[in-house]
């Protein structure tokens, strides 16, 4: 009785370990087609997460240098502020003291700053 109780669970143990041995056979196209929706789940990341936001701010700088208009207080990549006194599609002369015209490059500008109103003087 002994020896049909090992018998019985020899067979059951072998039973379970037989499929273990055999080892499934991927074919490439299994490895590669699990692997795109990785690729796009990670380039669509990469373009909400750094391309987008960086395209929109160069649209609104583009568009804030094309805005410019005599008059305007504005402060370059250097830190010198001044009034717009002259603009050329390139050029931009800013008036930084009394007797003193700085002249720049278009690109040179940083922020435009908000125009005064009496009110607020």
Do not use: H, W
């Amino acid at each position: 009785m002994i020896a049909e109780l090992g018998l019985g669970l020899s067979r059951l143990l072998y039973a379970q370990a037989a499929p273990a041995t055999q080892t499934p056979q991927q074919s490439p196209t299994g490895i590669f087609g699990s692997m795109v929706p990785m690729l796009v789940a990670f380039f669509a990341i990469m373009y909400f997460l750094m391309i987008r936001p960086q395209q929109k701010r160069e649209r609104e700088r583009r568009e804030m240098l094309s805005s410019i208009t005599k008059g305007d207080r504005v402060v370059t990549n250097g830190g010198i502020c001044g009034d717009v006194v002259g603009l050329t599609d390139t050029n931009v002369v800013l008036r930084v003291d009394e007797n003193c015209k700085i002249e720049f490059v278009r690109s040179a500008i940083a922020q435009v700053m908000p125009r005064e109103t009496k009110e607020t003087k």
